[in-house]
């Protein structure tokens, strides 16, 4: 369970979040919808503790991550705004070294990052440097790299951007098995459809506030749309920022 | 497996795989010695030049074993004609050389040259010391067949130990040869720091790595081992390479030995290991606030100038001042020129140095820590 509790940051004059409220269930996937520059990141970064909240709690299992980061971190899995790989090691080298950050060793280590290859299904790349993957390629070593330490809670910050429908697909049905697994999942998009397919709840972020909240259904009655992209756009008030 | 050493080994395997880093980390150690080593040579063959001096003889026939003297000395009878602008130098033997000889009466040789002549007067000198030389051998022999102890005429003996131009040549090259040393623990090891730090960032994968249940403290001493190991393996290098390549100068030709013993290199290499902590923590600082690879490379450069001059200010301003001992950098620098020139090393000086630079590099590796925990740093905002 994430609990994102009237947190508010700034960054010199700029008010990124104020007195944001949410909160992402076990078993769910929780989307945070909102155009570009709504603080979308600000707030993920917030909840694994690398950004400081100037006020309010960010809970990850009720362990507040300003102030312990490294207890709420352990129970993350992390798809960060940018994943850069280490194109010197190969696949199963960076896995392994993320899974032993975590603290994993010898057999459960080597068992994780085996089934992690294979849950992915990159076993054909485990063995090879990552310079020269495709995108696609890179959003499964970077989502093996989130998933090696069984997290129980996973955020992806944008996690479809660059990918193609393929890809895409393959992402979806990662996160569907994960929730299945009761992996409490929280990911930001500005991806409509990826947003209507994928998300038990949807949180609309705006100006760094939560401009509403519930199913996508609910979303839509709401407004009195039917589609949510123009419940979306109701609820936010412009179409600034929006990718079907 | 604590955390810092996870970050120590995938560091140090990832720049082991960098063949740009591992380059830079030989080809200082490796090409260093050998152009020094060509400065060496050059400078040897010029301030002892081997070639026989040729002067005119005249009456050689007279003498024939003071000729001969002269010869393994390596002046010899000129055989072509001086040039018009120089002035001959000329040996005159008398007809009665024999004759003295066998009476021992002084015989009067003339040597006429031009002594004002700056080109000649290492050719005058040479000359001038074969026959002194000579006539102190003869003065021994008769001596000795008088029953009398040559030691008795030379009462004082004069222990020459040249302190001119061609010494204090040489231990310039020497001292150069020890700031290279130095210096060798801030050339290799900084592809890899910037690598691991701006490196990092460039390659996005730094808020990654921040995002892991690590403290920030372990990511930096991660990082300062792995680069400080670079570091440290090209000051090995270099260790190992400078007396293999200085066993082929003929330094001796200049009244120059450097024994490079190995318990001298062990001790030069314990000197150097929190040096290049030292060094590496403050690459890691400085290119950790870069935004690029390249940024950071400016600013190294300029970082390299720092030791660069402080130890060679020293060596050519000739400062001494007890303080240099104490200090880091300085105090292995002056560490280092008592161990080459065989004085008795200040190890009280060397140890608080050593503790000094130890002291230094970890208040750099915590304030780098500091830093990555700082939003403004990890987010350039």
Redesign the interface.
């Known amino acids: 369970m994430i609990e994102v509790k009237s947190i508010s940051k700034s ?2 004059t700029v008010n990124a979040l104020s007195e944001l409220t949410f909160a992402a269930r076990d078993g769910e996937i929780t989307g945070l919808l909102g155009p570009n520059g709504a603080g979308k990141t600000t707030c993920l970064r917030i909840i ?5 909240a100037d006020s309010g709690e960010a809970l990850i299992e009720r362990v507040d991550a300003n102030k312990y980061p ?2 709420a ?2 129970n ?1 899995g ?1 798809f ?10 190969t696949v199963r ?1 960076q896995i392994r ?2 899974g ?4 994993l ?1 010898g057999g459960t280590l080597e068992k994780n990052v085996q089934s992690v290859i294979e849950r992915l299904d990159i076993a054909t790349l485990a063995d090879r440097k990552s310079a020269g993957f495709s995108q696609g390629q890179r959003m499964k070593v ?1 989502l093996a ?1 989130a998933l090696v330490h069984d997290p129980k809670h996973l955020i992806l910050d944008e996690p479809s951007r660059g990918l193609d429908v393929m890809s895409t697909r393959i992402l979806r049905d990662i996160l569907r098995e994960q929730r299945a697994a009761g992996t409490c999942i929280l990911f930001s998009s500005h991806v409509m459809q990826e947003v209507a397919a994928l998300c038990d709840r949807v949180v609309v972020m705006a100006g760094g506030k939560v401009a509403a909240e519930g199913t996508p259904d609910e979303l839509c009655q709401l407004t009195g749309e039917t589609a949510l992209e123009d419940a979306f756009v109701k609820i936010i008030g412009s179409d600034e920022g929006i990718a079907a | ?1 604590s ?1 810092y050493k ?2 120590w080994k ?1 560091e140090f ?2 720049a082991l ?2 063949k740009r880093s591992v380059l830079a980390a030989m080809s200082y150690a490796f090409f260093g010695p050998m152009l020094m080593a060509v400065a060496f040579f050059f400078l040897i063959s010029q301030l002892t030049d081997p070639s026989d001096v040729k002067i005119s003889i005249e009456g050689k026939q007279y003498a024939p074993e003071l000729v001969e003297h002269l010869r393994e000395n390596g002046i010899v009878e000129r055989e072509t004609d001086w040039p018009a602008e120089v002035t001959p130098i000329e040996l005159s033997i008398p007809e009665n050389w024999a004759e003295a000889i066998a009476s021992a009466t002084p015989i009067a040789v003339t040597l006429r040259a031009d002594w004002s002549a700056q080109k000649q007067q290492t050719d005058v000198k040479r000359v001038e010391q074969a026959l002194q030389a000579y006539s102190a051998q003869i003065a021994n022999y008769r001596l000795i067949l008088r029953g009398i102890d040559p030691r008795v005429i030379q009462p004082v003996q004069v222990a020459k130990q040249d302190m001119a131009t061609r010494g204090s040549k040489a231990a310039i090259i020497m001292g150069s040869v020890l700031v290279f040393i130095l210096l060798s623990v801030f050339w290799s090891g900084m592809n890899v720091a910037i690598d691991i730090s701006a490196g ?1 960032r460039e ?6 790595l ?6 920030s403290q372990a990511i930096v001493i991660g990082k300062v081992l792995a680069a400080s190991c670079f570091a440290l393996f090209g000051a090995m290098l270099s260790l190992i390479l400078i007396p293999v390549i200085f066993s082929f100068v003929p330094l001796h030709q200049i009244g120059m030995s450097v024994d490079f013993s190995l318990e001298m290199l062990l001790i030069m290499f314990l000197a150097l290991v929190p040096l290049a902590l030292l060094a590496t923590s403050l690459q890691l600082f400085v290119s950790f606030r870069a935004k690029s690879f390249k940024e950071a490379q400016t600013y190294i450069s300029f970082l390299l100038i720092i030791p660069m001059a402080a130890s060679f200010g020293v060596e050519f301003a000739r400062l001494k001042t007890p303080l240099l001992y104490y200090l880091p950098l300085t105090g292995q620098h002056q560490t280092f020129l008592s161990l080459i020139r065989g004085e008795a090393v200040n190890w009280l000086g060397t140890g608080v140095s050593a503790v000094f630079t130890l002291l230094v590099a970890v208040l750099l590796t915590y304030l780098i820590g500091r830093m990555l925990k700082s ?1 403004k740093t ?2 350039g ?1």
Not at chain 1, 48 to 52: A, I, K, M, N, Q
């Open positions: 960054f010199k694994y503790g690398l950004l400081r490294l207890k971190r352990s993350l992390i960060p705004d940018k994943f850069g790989l280490y194109e010197r090691l080298e070294y993320f032993e950050l975590h603290g060793k970077a790299q | 497996m955390a996870t970050i995938k395997k990832d795989r960098d990092e390659r996005n994968s730094l808020e990654f921040l995002s892991q249940p690590v403290s939003e990890v987010f905002l």
